[in-house]
Nanobody
Framework: QVQLVESGGGLVQAGGSLRLSCAVSGSIFSVSGMGWYRQAPGKQRQLVATISFGGNTKYADSVKGRFTISRDNAKKTVLLQMNSLKPEDTAVYYC???????????WGQGTRVTVSS
């Protein structure tokens, strides 16, 4: 069993920074790639960033150059450093983990990020 718990969300002014953390419990070997998604009020869930088991990263165009995804295997966490935040970044951010065993992906409960103008 794998569980994901996000933290680090909050209220920040435009131009500020936040760092989101996703703590992974259970076997990390059940997880391949991981990523962050977000869902703004009244909007569909959107991919933000992904990181592969080998450390390769990809980003949505809207956050490229501002956000950085990373992972710490020893601490069993995945991080999302968010800089130069914009009001458009306001959303609930969800941690996602691909099921390496071929089952359904794992999801966290989400952490709220609010960027004021």
């Amino acid at each position: 069993q794998v569980q994901l718990v996000e933290s680090g969300g909050g209220l920040v002014q435009a131009g500020g920074s936040l760092r989101l953390s996703c703590a992974v419990s259970g076997s990390i070997f059940s997880v391949s790639g991981m990523g962050w998604y977000r869902q703004a009020p009244g909007k569909q869930r959107q991919l933000v960033a992904t990181i592969s088991f080998g450390g390769n990263t990809k980003y949505a165009d809207s956050v490229k150059g501002r956000f950085t995804i990373s992972r710490d295997n020893a601490k069993k966490t995945v991080l999302l450093q968010m800089n130069s935040l914009k009001p458009e970044d306001t959303a609930v951010y969800y941690c996602n983990a691909e099921n390496a065993l071929g089952g359904n992906d794992y999801w966290g409960q989400g952490t709220r990020v609010t960027v004021s103008s």
